[in-house]
């Protein structure tokens, strides 16, 4: 997390620097349609656990993680999901990083599910940890997951379909919000590969065939944490360190897919469907190795947690999706609680 006095002032240094000697956000970049390859999972119900922000190598994020392991032993997990920030201060350069070993795969690999993974701004790093100007950290990622099948992430952007039960749509939220201008004019808000990748995520969303329908981003569309709503982050001077570009995709997706699942704020949080966002449910699991403060804005909530490491768990049957969440306090103990729960007509 940048420091709040200085992050805008160098934002706005570099947005005059280096926005006036950028290219043209003009021409065309597709995004291809990658599908995930999942093992086989179960067809008539799906217990997915949903993690974010925990790349930290805390104690935090091993605590939360035995957790994890406590709870799938007892209700069972067949999937992962990570919303971003996979590695704090900042991403690996390199595939052959430690950093995969010890905060992935020695943490996460005793669990034996796959994660779909999806990169944060900590993973996108250019100049200062967690700025989200450098894409080149999330193709690090991708080419990761090529070297361990635990860790799903076969592009930026993808589908993962576990049958005909539901449908996970993860997506790149990082160059659309970051505090400085992208290395990469195409990837900044309004570029061509912002629009094409919303066109993806509404052409794919829209085209499944899937009972349940999932968006996976890291930055969250609502929430009442410290960097607030899509359009609003952080009341940040720069309109492109604002997330406008964040809600516009998202809204894609909006009243076609199910859930909207984010990270980025550290804290727990589940919305019914809001104005802007009519017949989707957002949630927020930001707290699998980051804790942040308390609620800064009011919008209702129909579960909230701050302060607390945790994260999310969904039970998923053709008829219902249930939302419950996992706080974890310091001596380990784990409280349950059902957040949501969604029933298809």
Same mark, same amino acid.
């Given at each position: 997390?940048?420091?709040?006095?200085?992050?805008? =002032? !160098?934002?706005l240094l570099l947005g005059v620097t280096l926005g006036a000697c950028a290219p043209a956000l003009t021409g065309t970049m597709p995004v291809p349609d990658v599908q995930a390859a999942l093992p086989a999972l179960p067809a008539d119900q799906l217990r997915v656990l949903v993690m974010g922000d925990q790349g930290t190598g805390t104690d935090v994020q091993w605590r939360v993680a035995a957790a994890m392991r406590q709870v799938c032993?007892? *209700?069972? &997990?067949? #999937?992962?999901? +990570? !919303?971003?920030?996979?590695?704090?201060?900042?991403?690996? *350069?390199?595939?052959?990083?430690p950093l995969f070993? *010890?905060?992935? =795969?020695?943490?996460?690999?005793?669990?034996?599910?796959?994660?779909? @993974?999806?990169?944060?701004?900590?993973? *996108?790093?250019w100049l200062v940890g967690?700025?989200? $100007?450098?894409a080149r950290g999330a193709e690090?990622?991708? $080419?990761?997951?090529? !070297?361990? %099948?635990?860790?799903? @992430?076969?592009?930026?952007?993808?589908?993962?379909p576990v049958g005909a039960l539901a449908e996970f749509f993860a997506v790149d939220t990082a160059p659309l919000a970051a505090y400085l201008p992208g290395l990469r004019p195409a990837e900044r808000p309004g570029g061509a590969w912002d629009a094409a990748q919303r066109a993806w995520l509404a052409g794919a969303v829209r085209g499944s065939g899937a009972r349940w329908r999932l968006v996976l981003g890291h930055h969250? #569309?609502?929430?009442?944490?410290?960097? +607030?709503?899509?359009?609003?982050?952080? +009341?940040?001077?720069?309109?492109?360190?604002?997330? +406008?570009?964040?809600?516009? !995709?998202?809204? %894609?997706? &909006?009243?076609? =897919?199910d859930v909207i699942l984010s990270g980025h704020v550290h804290a727990l949080e589940v919305f019914a469907p809001q104005p802007g966002c009519a017949g989707t449910w957002t949630a927020v699991s930001g707290a699998a190795g980051e804790v942040g403060g308390g609620a800064v804005g009011t919008r209702p909530a129909a579960f909230a947690a701050y302060g607390q490491p945790g994260f999310l768990r969904l039970e998923i049957t053709p008829d219902v999706l249930t939302v419950w969440a996992y706080t974890v306090a310091e001596d380990g103990v784990v409280t349950a609680r059902e957040a949501a729960r969604l029933r298809r007509g």
């Open positions: 997390m940048l420091p709040t006095l200085w992050r805008g =002032a !160098l934002g032993a007892r *209700e069972g &997990c067949d #999937l992962g999901v +990570g !919303l971003g920030d996979n590695f704090y201060p900042a991403g690996p *350069e390199d595939v052959n990083s070993r *010890e905060r992935f =795969a020695d943490v996460y690999g005793p669990l034996g599910v796959p994660f779909l @993974m999806v990169p944060g701004n900590h993973d *996108e790093s967690g700025d989200g $100007a450098d690090v990622q991708v $080419a990761y997951s090529r !070297l361990n %099948a635990q860790w799903v @992430m076969p592009g930026r952007s993808y589908r993962a969250p #569309l609502f929430s009442n944490g410290r960097h +607030g709503n899509a359009g609003e982050y952080d +009341g940040l001077p720069l309109t492109f360190q604002r997330g +406008g570009a964040v809600r516009d !995709l998202y809204g %894609a997706a &909006c009243g076609v =897919a």
